[in-house]
């Protein structure tokens, strides 16, 4: 058990696109710690290149309201179908710290996904967990709540993103730096 450091926008790893989960023994403890970190962060959704991990899967836990008895895990998924109206809806992120912004997005997915015991399922979702599942997918392929919005509407959070990017490389080349260090 174990809390992760969470990247923040301007770190690389952000924009990469995730690779699949082919070695599902590896995941134990990582799941552990990715749940202990978005708790600790206080966030409701986490996408393992959030916590510097190139892997295609996210968490989810909305168990606080009506529509969840469980947390989610969600591994190797993929939208399969979009439906519904386009809402909008504030959305935050946990490697955008201090930024909440109106995202539209459609109603209600179908995905795809694995869970933990290797098994495939197709689920559809609307509400919270649509949203949450599909603010988690873009970060899978690099995309960030940032580019989804009107140029107007991310110039209201110009210098808080400036900051966080500052911020971000700064701690970036730290670990790397701290990583080389470590090799013998
Ligand atoms: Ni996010």
Not at 145 to 154: A, G, M, N, T, Y
Request: aromatic letters at 8%; charged letters at 25%; one cysteine or more.
């Amino acid at each position: 058990m174990a809390v992760l450091d969470i990247v923040h926008y301007g770190d690389p790893i952000l924009r990469k696109k995730c690779v699949p989960v082919k070695d599902f023994s590896i995941l134990g403890n990582l799941l552990d710690d990715m749940f202990d970190t978005m708790y600790e962060a206080e966030g409701i959704g986490l996408a393992a290149n959030q916590v510097n991990l190139n892997l295609s899967l996210f968490i989810i836990d909305i168990t606080h309201t009506e529509e969840a008895d469980e947390p989610n895990i969600f591994i190797n998924p993929e939208i399969t179908a979009k439906a519904g109206d386009e809402n909008i809806y504030p959305e935050g992120c946990l490697s955008f710290p201090g930024i909440t912004l109106d995202v539209v997005r459609p109603e209600q997915i179908s995905l795809k996904y694995q869970t933990p015991d290797e098994i495939w399922h197709e689920d559809e979702y609307t509400g919270l967990l649509s949203r949450a599942v599909q603010h988690e997918m873009d970060h899978l392929r690099g995309i960030y709540i940032i580019d989804r919005v009107s140029q107007l509407d991310k110039m209201k959070y110009k210098q808080e993103l400036t900051d966080i990017e500052s911020n971000s490389k700064k701690q970036s080349a730290y670990r790397t730096r701290g990583a080389k260090r470590f090799v013998l």
